[in-house]
């Protein structure tokens, strides 16, 4: 089955850095839309970023000129680069997948993705 384990998550300074890893195993598909979402307590789960297997690549308004998602197709490993973090950045971060199409059509909806990471906690401290 498929199974997407991330790590990297941790807590950082305001303005710190961190680099969110999420190793893909067994996913059936060679097309693919792959995507960050983050989840605060009490709050709805979030889109972050999203990369196609055309590469393509969204990012939400709160991730831009801050965040990049990459897809190292040879290492089977989706990575989220987050600079310049912000406390409100501070949230539970999940990697998803979709079960195969090539386009992110709805990249911030988590219902268009069916395979998901446990989670990791990033913590941004003022």
């Known amino acids: 089955q498929v199974q997407l384990v991330e790590s990297g998550g941790g807590s950082v300074q305001a303005g710190g850095s961190l680099r969110l890893s999420c190793a893909v195993s067994r996913y059936p598909h060679a097309s693919y839309c792959m995507g960050w979402f983050r989840q605060s307590p009490g709050q709805k789960r979030e889109g972050v970023a999203s990369?196609?297997?055309?590469?393509?690549?969204t990012y939400a308004d709160s991730a831009k000129g801050r965040f990049t998602i990459s897809y190292e197709k040879t290492k089977s490993t989706l990575v989220l680069q987050m600079n310049s973090l912000k406390p409100e950045d501070t949230a539970m971060y999940y990697c998803a997948a979709d079960r195969g199409g090539g386009y992110c059509y709805t990249p911030e909806d988590p219902d268009a993705f069916g395979y998901w990471g446990q989670g990791i906690q990033v913590t941004v401290s003022s």
């Open positions: 990369v196609d297997s055309d590469g393509r690549l």
